[in-house]
């Protein structure tokens, strides 16, 4: 997979760590401070339901080991969780440490100080039996949902095979998610685990077209959906062909590939969630002049996490509220400008524009991040799987479709959220299609 990658040196200059990792003894200290509650809030609040502070507890006593496996029995990512949890409303949020006063234990850092720990010294992930089983399953899309599903049989002793359309595997973790957060080469790192148990990885294959899907039920027994979501939304609005304009995605996937070069000038980005911020703070960290995020509505109707929100006023982004970008202006090669209304609230608490309220901002790149579209083409070709609102529809236990042969989890179910529910959903479909194998084929 390395060889895949020219990553710029530049890159890592520019995107460390956002949060340093613990030393060892800092580690402790910190580890300590854990109260070992009976009733774990932090662990009901982790959607893995990862044993918080048992895996701390064994941090407070020097086994590393003892804590990354842990923590990986209940979420074979645990790694990139640790750097892209939203933990401030995930586990750290639950802490009743937040009941005293005090700081809440830094779990996320704790997390990841104990799997650097276990990669360090060369841990591997366990097998959950020592049966090798005939059945072979396929996993469409290789991101989170699909990683955690084929580990979890892997380690149960089934055979699988992971598809990707791209050439590396990690989905949104490998490509979509700002360096600063989860590097490039440590989701690929993490992979490594996974490819170490025996799964098998098909990249560049793109599964499409009833011929594919027919292929794929004649050779696996059971197939799991893990494809993520599709393109961004688009714009629809004049001057949207450019090619400076370039979508959040694809942009924060060239940068992380090494094949953007140095940003220029003023950057506008579109839309407020966590992704429109990780492009935002790209582009200014590339070099970007200025970069302002423009939004229709206001600070409170903001998808972006607070934290998320609060970090990019620190890298010096501008927000500009109540503000709808309606064309984008340019000289023959460059955007010159963009074409701007205000917004307000009218009486029934609809946005709509400001009469006479048009205005220019300068701006040379547009980066749109307004939401991605579900896969509805390869959606719509698996066979009985019923889709509800563009998404699969499945019994929220098992994650089985109205296919029975069929299973799914991760963005294409939920509609997009964050990496670990993806690998709640992969882990939980990997089990029931263990057990379903296991019934079935005694
Ligand atoms: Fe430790 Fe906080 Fe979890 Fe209690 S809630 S076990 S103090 S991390």
Redesign the pocket.
């Known amino acids: 997979m390395q060889e895949l990658l020219q990553q710029k040196p530049e890159i890592a200059e520019k995107f460390g760590d956002l949060h340093p990792p613990f030393e060892a003894q800092a580690a402790v200290v910190e580890a300590n401070r854990?109260?070992?509650?009976f009733d774990?809030?932090?662990t009901s609040a982790c959607p893995t339901h990862i044993d918080?502070?048992k895996f701390?507890k064994r941090i407070a006593s020097g086994n590393l080991h003892g804590a990354a496996l842990g923590i990986l029995d209940a979420n074979v990512l645990g790694a990139s969780c640790a750097r892209v949890c939203p933990v401030d409303v995930l586990c750290e949020g639950?802490?009743?440490?937040h009941g005293f006063n005090e700081q809440?234990?830094d779990?996320g850092r704790l997390q990841r100080y104990a799997m650097e720990g276990f990669r360090a010294q060369g841990g591997k992930l366990p097998r959950k039996s020592d049966e090798n089983r005939s059945e072979k399953i396929a996993c469409i899309g290789a991101g989170p949902a699909s990683l955690a599903a084929a580990a979890e049989l892997q380690q149960r002793g089934f055979q699988v095979t992971v598809f990707d359309k791209r050439l590396l595997p990690g989905g949104l973790n490998t490509y979509g998610i700002a360096e600063y957060k989860l590097h490039l080469a440590d989701s690929l790192d993490e992979i490594e685990l996974i490819k170490e148990l025996g799964v098998e990885f098909r990249l560049g294959v793109e599964i499409f077209g009833e011929t594919s899907l027919a292929e794929l039920e004649a050779e696996f027994d059971m197939i799991f959906i893990g494809v993520g979501l599709g393109a961004m939304h688009r714009l629809s609005i004049p001057g949207e062909s450019h090619p400076g304009v370039i979508d959040a995605l694809q942009f924060i996937e060239d940068y992380k590939t090494g094949k953007t070069t140095p940003v220029e000038g003023n950057v506008v980005v579109v839309g407020a969630g966590n992704t429109a911020i990780d492009a935002a703070n790209a582009a200014k960290r590339l070099g970007a002049m200025s970069v302002s995020i423009l939004y229709r509505r206001t600070r409170d109707h903001i998808s972006a996490f607070d934290f998320e929100y609060r970090q990019a006023l620190q890298e010096g982004i501008h927000f500009l509220w109540l503000t709808e970008l309606m064309a984008i202006h340019s000289s023959a090669a460059e955007i010159t400008s963009v074409e701007c209304v205000r917004m307000e609230i009218d009486s029934d608490g609809l946005f709509k524009p400001v009469d006479g309220s048009t205005f220019h901002l300068e701006g040379n790149m547009v980066i749109p991040a307004i939401g991605q579209s579900p896969m509805l083409e390869l959606l719509a070709q698996c066979r009985d799987v019923q889709l509800e609102h563009g998404r699969v529809v499945v019994n929220r236990t098992t994650g089985q479709t109205t296919n029975p042969k069929y299973f799914a989890g991760g963005d294409c179910v939920n509609g997009g959220r964050e990496v670990v529910d993806a690998v709640a959903d992969g882990k939980r479909a990997g089990v029931a299609i263990a057990r379903l194998l296991e019934a079935i084929y005694v």
């Not at 854990?34 to 509650?37: D, E, P, R, S």
């Open positions: 854990c109260l070992n509650c774990a809030p932090c918080v502070p701390i639950a802490c009743v440490m809440p234990i779990i």
